[in-house]
């Protein structure tokens, strides 16, 4: 069953340190057709704390999929991405890594840390918002994702 189909709106957690990308995929959300909530935290160790609903986000939602950057102060994405995948209840989330890193490197690191999906940010304003809205209609619509309590 869909989250439409609920009527529940799609939890979206943004992992971005960078005040512009935010506002862009912000933007590229709230011209969605798909109701959603964009939480949206700054580096790895807020994104971790979010996620096991620790200290001020002991109310956070959880995810139905996360965006994350590379390049995170504090603990980068692929530190994030590990701890996640290791987590028996995180690990099922999707997450989408969305980075300015065109390094082969990086792709093979995340992919070898079980991410869902590796997305570069496009530099140009309206292909950055069409990749977000691409993202979000391909998790949301398209893919069947697992249930909390799977």
């Not at 969305?98 to 570069?120: G, M």
């Amino acid at each position: 069953m869909s989250l439409e189909e609920i009527g529940r709106a799609a939890e979206f957690l943004l992992v971005e340190d960078n005040p512009g990308d935010v506002r862009l995929t912000k933007e590229a959300l709230t011209e969605s057709k798909v109701k959603n909530n964009l939480n949206v935290v700054g580096d790895g160790e807020e994104a971790m704390a979010f996620l096991k609903r620790q200290g001020k986000y002991a109310e956070a939602p959880r995810p139905d999929v996360i965006l994350l950057d590379l390049n995170l102060p504090k603990k980068n994405g692929r530190e994030v991405l590990e701890e996640i995948k290791a987590d028996p209840s995180l690990k099922r989330i999707p997450v989408v890594i969305i980075t300015s890193s065109e390094a082969e490197q990086d792709v093979l690191k995340t992919y070898d840390l079980h991410v869902n999906c590796y997305v570069n940010k496009p530099v140009d304003l309206e292909q950055f918002i069409k990749v977000v809205q691409s993202i979000e209609t391909f998790w949301l619509t398209i893919v069947k994702l697992p249930s909390e309590i799977a």
